[in-house]
């Protein structure tokens, strides 16, 4: 990104653990019980996720205007929308000219963004968060990878929880990352760990987004796959096969005395490829004007 070379220092790899029916509300002080929670099959189908509203991304001492900027067009892309920013560098940063262009048109989400004066303000109320950073602590909260937490939280969708984001060049401070409930890496490169804010925000939304159940999700538009027939039947292949079997042979490239493996390394070829019902035909127009060929 050129201009952006900040980096996060958010985020790299680890191993999972924790037990989600035993998680402590360290922020909150009260322990949570699944019990109370209501799981996703026990939601109504056909209703919008609540997760893609009540799911906070915090970012705490944020000093570039650019990476607010693209942190919303991060979340935007894949569905989210609360923005908390903690004690940012810069007054009005999310409302900056470089803001607002990195953002594109998710403006609507930088307008929409909270600034406050503390993590425990940005907080109130969840009951999970995870710290994204690259540094294990001594005493850090488990540890999970970014799928793993969007597991959990896709699973609980009601459940207020949160992400929290340290600043673009010392990351988060021991005192914060000890209020959450697990400490998030994402896999990445173990000589050059650090991810730019806005990607490690990126990362988790994505991860999140694909983690809820599909029918909270609105149909994907598959306009641009192009024109797609129906799949070929085993009758229809088995025909094809033969109806090439024998164009093939009147050509004298298939030894009908010694086929060797020509006809099953078609049949694994064909099978690979997921032929459909316009594509057995055309291959049966083919072979058909073989035989007509070489009948003359």
């Known amino acids: 990104m050129g201009l952006l070379q900040e980096e996060s220092g958010n985020t790299s790899s680890g191993e999972a653990n924790g037990n989600e029916t035993n998680v402590q509300s360290n922020h909150c002080g009260s322990k949570l019980s699944t019990k109370t929670l209501a799981p996703v099959n026990k939601i109504a189908m056909n209703v919008p996720c609540p997760l893609f509203s009540t799911l906070r991304f915090v970012l705490v001492d944020a000093s570039h205007p650019g990476n607010i900027g ?12 609360r923005l908390i920013l903690v004690n940012p560098r810069q007054a009005g940063i999310s409302s900056s000219p470089v803001a607002m262009t990195l953002a594109s048109n998710a403006t609507d989400v930088l307008k929409n963004a909270e600034t406050v004066d503390s993590v425990d303000t940005a907080l109130s109320g969840c009951q999970f968060v995870g710290a994204l950073t690259s540094r294990f602590r001594e005493f850090s909260p488990p540890v999970l990878t970014a799928r793993e937490f969007a597991v959990r939280v896709a699973s609980f969708p009601a459940r207020h929880a949160a992400l929290v984001f340290g600043g673009e060049k010392y990351g988060l401070p021991n005192e914060i990352v000890e209020k959450c409930h697990a400490l998030i890496s994402i896999p990445a490169n173990p000589d050059y760990p650090s991810l730019n804010l806005a990607q490690a925000v990126q990362i988790m ?6 983690a809820i159940p599909a029918h909270f999700l609105p149909p994907q538009n598959r306009e641009s796959v192009g024109f797609t027939d129906s799949p070929a039947t085993v009758e229809q292949i ?9 164009a093939l042979t009147s050509l004298r490239f298939l030894d009908s005395s010694n086929p060797k493996k020509l006809m099953p390394r078609l049949r694994r070829l064909f099978a690979r490829s997921q032929l459909e ?4 035909n055309i291959l049966r127009g083919i072979a058909k004007q073989i035989l007509h060929k070489t009948a003359e």
């Open 277 to 280: 019902v316009d594509e057995v």
């Open 238 to 246: 088995n025909g094809m096969i033969r109806h090439m079997e024998e």
């Open 70 to 81: 693209m942190t919303a067009r991060a979340m935007k892309t894949m569905g989210f929308s």
């Open 205 to 210: 939304a994505y991860e999140c987004r694909i």
